[in-house]
């Protein structure tokens, strides 16, 4: 079984973002998105019950790599990348064409993917890749049972509801079901020595065009801060006030 | 512009996000049809005035690319150029799926659009939620995936009036549906809620948030934190991946604000928070912030209401 995961190197989400013309500022040393570790853990825990590689697709500047070098820490084999300059600003599309190209040139079978990136945050590009592919897409995983059959558990709005996993397919794995593993020594060192490969954009089949014109971005302003109270034992009553003034009582 | 919604059913009724969209058109006065998607018998989703079409599948069967593939034959017979559906599970799969098929890339967490001189401009969110981004859209088909309580819902009367369209299962079977009980205020609709945090250090202490939702009649919500944690289902969560909430009277109590939280509840009229670092975000958009410890104030407020 071959198992491509998609994971994204983002700028580190503890420092503020950052924009140029619209498209985030991107430092030299970037880190993986924690929503793409969901993605890694399921997949390696298929590879821990079968023969599966698991190799990791990212597009994007590479940087100083270490995000690549964390993905590759949890366990998976090896990873590719595109780092493009006229792949800046990529809408959800594009960016969805260049790592389904990127899926076929490894001849992956399950294609591996976070629910939705931090920064981006379309949460639209696993669904687009399986159409790129014409596979089924298995959206907002957040388990799995290996068995018999492989069993994926889809979050839904009212609940969950299970799926066999076909041989073939794209998943969006959300928060929730699997917790993704920590590295220890070891696998940080053992990490260094794995493949990482950049490809070409021209090597691949880019039908899409960047139809989203920017205009402009602004930072929300979230600083109504109003009255802040210390509690000594008595502020209670003040939310008491505040309801009935507010008329809740 | 030929505009085509693509609607949710929630109780037997269109969703309230599918409804907030169609008050949006009407306000546009966009030409709308709405295709809602589902798997009820015949629910009541018939509009009086909007051209309403069912595509009724399966619950038993993923098949959300062939619903994709109905759809998209629609878009392209009937040369419909704009394309809105709510920022749910469904939408955000069928809108990609569609997206390709047009070959234009959708516009997500949209909060804001609108039309000028036969192009559409969109305001949305991003990096979550902290940030607006104004773009406009340049190709023969816009694509949008609107958050939820970004415009008022359109009032309409509902009917049984309507086209219906079966689709075909595909080789994915379902099962094992579950379906997480549900009482009390719903957390869309209710005008108090009271969320918790992880600052409620305990499961067990989350009694002391019924007692306190039940004295002010309030839906009960919770960060992905608790969720994850397994003290509330995920059907409470509020925030960016979860539910967006817009009450009069929010209560974050034992919240950090994170910014994925913030994006679900900004909007609530007035906010109170009870945490006990000063410093916690979630006292920049407080209303009233009352710096404590959760499991002293909660208690004292539930005696004195
Ligand atoms: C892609 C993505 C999507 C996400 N989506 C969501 C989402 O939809 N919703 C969501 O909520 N989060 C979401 N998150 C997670 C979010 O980033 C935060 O981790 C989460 O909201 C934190 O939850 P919390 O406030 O309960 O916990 P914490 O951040 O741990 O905060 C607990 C707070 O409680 C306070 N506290 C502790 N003890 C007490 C006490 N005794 N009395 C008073 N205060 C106390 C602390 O000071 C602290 O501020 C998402 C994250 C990612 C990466
Ligand atoms: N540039 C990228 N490189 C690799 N994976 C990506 C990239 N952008 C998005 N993804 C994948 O797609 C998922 C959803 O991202 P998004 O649609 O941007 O919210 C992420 O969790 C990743 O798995």
């Known amino acids: 079984m071959k198992i491509a995961v998609c994971a994204k190197q983002i700028p580190d989400p503890a420092n503020e973002v950052t924009y140029s013309d619209g498209i985030i500022n991107r430092p030299d040393e970037q880190v993986l998105d924690d929503t793409d570790r969901y993605g890694i853990e399921v997949a390696l825990q298929l590879k821990e019950k079968f023969d599966a590689e698991v190799t990791i697709i990212s597009m994007g500047p590479a940087g100083t790599q270490k995000g690549l070098q964390q993905a590759l820490q949890m366990g998976a084999d090896k990873a590719i990348y595109v780092d493009d300059d006229s792949l800046k600003g990529s809408n959800s599309l594009k960016t969805a064409n260049v790592l389904s190209e990127l899926a076929k040139s490894l001849t992956a079978d399950i294609v591996i993917f976070g629910t939705e990136s931090t920064d981006g945050y379309s949460g639209t590009v696993p669904q687009q890749v399986s159409r790129f592919l014409d596979v089924e897409c298995i959206s907002y995983v957040k388990g799995l049972e290996v068995g018999d059959n492989i069993t994926l558990t889809r979050q839904t709005v009212e609940g969950s509801e299970k799926v066999n996993m076909p041989e073939k397919c794209v998943i969006s794995v959300t928060a929730g079901g699997v917790e993704p593993r920590y590295p220890n020594f070891k696998d940080i060192m053992a990490a260094k020595s794995k493949p990482i490969e950049q490809i070409s954009l021209g090597d691949l089949n880019i039908v899409s065009e960047q139809n989203v014109e920017f205009l402009n971005v602004d930072t929300v302003e979230s600083s109504k801060a109003g009255e802040k109270i210390i509690d000594e034992g008595e502020a209670y009553q003040e939310i008491v006030n505040k309801l009935r003034e507010l008329k809740v009582i | ?305």
């Open chain 2, 1 to 305: 512009m030929k505009t085509l919604i693509i609607g949710e059913i929630i109780n037997n009724n269109l969703s309230s996000g599918t409804l907030e969209i169609l008050g949006k058109a009407k306000s546009m006065e966009l030409e709308t049809q709405v295709i809602t998607v589902g798997s009820d018998d015949t629910p009541t989703i018939g509009l009086n005035e909007t051209k309403q079409t069912y595509i009724k599948r399966s619950n038993s069967s993923l098949n959300f690319s062939k619903v994709a593939s109905k759809i998209t034959e629609i878009i392209k017979n009937e040369d419909i150029k704009l394309i809105l559906g709510s920022s749910t599970y469904m939408c955000r799969d069928l809108i990609s799926f569609i997206s390709v098929d047009l070959n234009s890339s959708p516009i997500s967490n949209v909060i804001d659009f609108d039309l000028h001189d036969g192009k559409i401009s969109t305001v949305n969110s991003i990096n979550g939620g902290e940030s607006l981004y104004k773009a406009k859209i340049n190709s023969d088909h816009s694509l949008l995936l609107i958050r939820p309580k970004a415009f008022d819902p359109a009032e309409v009367e509902l009917n049984t009036d309507y086209e219906t369209i079966d689709v075909d299962n595909s080789d994915i079977e379902v099962f094992d549906i579950y379906i997480e009980e549900k009482s009390g205020p719903q957390l869309e609709d209710s005008k108090v809620v009271i969320s918790a945090g992880r600052g409620m250090v305990d499961k067990e202490n989350l009694e002391m948030i019924v007692t306190l939702a039940t004295k002010l009649n309030a839906a009960i919500g919770g960060t992905r934190a608790i969720v994850d944690a397994g003290w509330m289902p995920y059907s409470q969560q509020v925030g960016q991946t979860g539910k967006t909430v817009k009450p009069d009277v929010y209560i974050a109590c034992g919240i950090s604000g994170a910014t994925q939280h913030q994006v679900g509840m900004k909007d609530s009229k007035y906010v109170i928070a009870i945490n006990k670092d000063e410093e916690a975000p979630i006292f920049q958009l407080a209303d009233l912030g009352i710096v404590g410890d959760t499991l002293s104030v909660i208690p004292k407020l539930n005696d004195n209401l």
